[in-house]
C-alpha cells in the first residue's frame, strides 16, 4: 500500500533561521497529488502547499515545496522562520480518493 | 462561501454505548465527503469517503460505519464503543469537480473520550 514518511516529532528552530521538513512517499501509482497541512492548536488542518506536478516549485505564505518523483520527495521549507509557523505540519499523499498522512511533525520556533 | 458544521463538539461516553457523529456541508452541492480519525498525538487516518448519496467506501476497519443519508450530510457511527475509539473525528470535503487528487477541506472536528 501507499507510504508517507516524514520528519516526525518535535522540531525546533530560532526565529529567523531556515527549517526544512522532510518527506518521502511509496506507492505504485503513476498520477499522486501531494499536499502539506498545517494544523494549529485546537483548530483543524488546513492546506499549506499541494502540487501534482513533477519538479515543479509550489510557494505559499514563505513555505516552498518542490515534488520530485524521480525521489519520491515533497519536502518543505523556509528561508526565515517566523514564531507565528508554529503548529503541526503533515505531508498526506493523494492516489485518489484515499489521502495518506504522515506522522506529523511539531513544529516550534522560539525567539 | 462553504461551510461545514460537525457535531457534537465533544462526547464523554461509556464502553459499549452506542455511537453517533454527524457532518454537515453547507454551500457546496454534490461534494465528496470524507471521515478522518486523530488519535491523540498521532496522525490522520482516513476511515471512509462518499462521493454520492447512499454511497460510502471503507478505507480502514475500526468497528465504525457511516452513511451518506444525504447530499450535505456524513454519519459515522457505532452499536459499541470501544476504549481505543478515543481520539478526535474529523470530517472533510472536496469538491466533486477536482477529481480524486482535490485539496480537502476539513471541520472542525469532535473530540471522543471513551472511559
Known amino acids: 500500500g501507499d507510504s508517507v514518511t516524514q520528519t516526525e516529532g518535535l522540531v525546533t528552530v530560532t526565529e529567523g533561521l531556515p527549517v526544512k521538513l522532510n518527506c518521502t512517499y511509496q506507492t505504485t501509482y503513476l498520477t499522486i497529488a501531494f499536499f502539506w497541512y498545517v494544523q494549529y492548536l485546537n483548530e483543524a488542518p488546513q492546506v499549506l502547499l499541494k502540487?501534482?506536478?513533477?519538479?515543479k516549485r509550489t510557494e505559499h505564505q514563505g513555505f516552498h515545496a518542490t515534488l520530485h518523483k524521480s525521489s519520491s520527495s515533497f519536502h518543505l521549507q523556509k528561508s526565515s522562520a517566523q514564531l507565528s509557523d508554529s503548529a503541526l505540519y503533515y505531508c498526506a499523499l493523494s492516489t485518489g480518493s484515499k489521502l495518506s498522512f504522515g506522522k506529523g511533525a511539531k513544529l516550534t520556533v522560539s525567539p | 462561501a462553504q461551510t461545514i458544521h460537525q457535531w457534537p463538539v465533544a462526547e464523554i461516553k461509556a464502553v459499549g454505548s452506542p455511537l453517533s457523529l454527524g457532518c454537515t456541508i453547507k454551500g457546496k452541492s454534490s461534494p465528496n465527503l470524507y471521515w478522518y480519525w486523530q488519535a491523540t498525538g498521532g496522525t490522520l487516518q482516513q476511515l471512509f469517503y462518499?462521493?454520492?448519496?447512499?454511497?460510502v467506501e471503507s478505507v480502514v476497519q475500526l468497528n465504525l460505519s457511516a452513511s451518506r443519508p444525504k447530499d450535505d450530510q456524513f454519519i459515522l457511527s457505532t452499536e459499541k464503543l470501544l476504549l481505543s475509539h478515543s481520539g478526535f473525528y474529523l470530517c472533510?470535503?472536496?469538491?466533486?469537480?477536482?477529481?480524486?487528487?482535490?485539496?480537502?477541506?476539513f471541520g472542525p472536528g469532535t473530540r471522543l473520550t471513551v472511559l
Open positions: 462518499s462521493i454520492t448519496v447512499g454511497q
Open positions: 502540487s501534482s506536478t513533477d519538479n
Open positions: 472533510a470535503w472536496s469538491p466533486d469537480w477536482g477529481g480524486n487528487y482535490a485539496e480537502q477541506f
